[in-house]
């Protein structure tokens, strides 16, 4: 498992080793230290559960989706059939990012995957028919703390794709907030300077 982090902090995109022989591939999809060993801010996250979702169309949105404190979750995405364009929205209170997206495809070919901690809120794009995504997760679901805003919301500005289809929405994702419209959330760190730095 090789790791790289992202341009917003804390986004990190993580790519298996495939082993290839005639019979096919044999890869780790996840290791716990290697995932250890790529937290910056050495976080112990541990996952809780796996959740899998299949979307037929190409263009189907999901998001964008979050869960608050105490339930709030880390996620690590992959797809395992098809190709998507997966997305974070830093929603910490405080940071430098704040209201700031990033992308990265996600494909079952490239076998990569993308780790978004809790303070971030998360949505996807299939660019491929019978898209699978799998996902790990920190916090158990908890409906009561199961959070959503506008995908489309002009202040993020998020570049979806051409073929992103707004009648593929849930009826909860069509009436999702803006993000100005929701009280700060995830607390993070302040940054201070250390005398002499
Ligand atoms: C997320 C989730 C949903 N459900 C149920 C609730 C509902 O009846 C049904 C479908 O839920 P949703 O419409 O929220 O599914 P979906 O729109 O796919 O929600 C997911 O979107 C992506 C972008 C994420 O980041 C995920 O965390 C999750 O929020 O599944 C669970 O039982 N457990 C879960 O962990």
Redesign the pocket.
């Known amino acids: 498992m090789l790791f790289r982090p992202l341009a917003i902090p804390g986004l990190i995109e993580f790519t298996c080793q495939r082993h290839g022989d005639e019979r096919g591939y044999f890869a780790e999809a996840f290791r716990q230290s290697v995932f250890d060993q790529a937290m910056e801010d050495g976080a112990n996250h541990r996952f809780v559960?796996d959740?899998e979702?299949f979307s037929a169309r190409v263009g189907t949105i999901?998001?964008?989706?979050y869960q608050t404190a105490p339930m709030a979750?880390g996620?690590l995405v992959r797809c395992l059939s098809g190709a998507i364009m997966d997305v974070a929205v830093d929603i910490r209170a405080g940071s430098a990012s704040y209201g700031q997206w990033a992308a990265l495809v996600l494909s079952a070919k490239a076998g990569n995957q993308l780790w978004i901690p809790p303070g971030f809120a998360?949505?996807?794009c299939t660019l491929a028919p019978d898209c699978r995504v799998s996902?790990k997760?920190t916090a158990y679901?908890s409906?009561e703390h199961?959070k959503g805003m506008r995908w489309d919301d002009p202040a993020i500005g998020i570049a979806w794709p051409a073929v992103a289809d707004p009648e593929t929405l849930?009826a909860?994702?069509r009436v999702q907030p803006l993000l100005a419209d929701i009280a700060p959330i995830f607390g993070c760190a302040p940054v201070i300077a250390l005398e002499g730095e």
């Open positions: 559960q959740n979702s999901r998001g964008l989706h979750q996620k998360h949505g996807f996902y997760v679901y409906p199961d849930s909860k994702d």
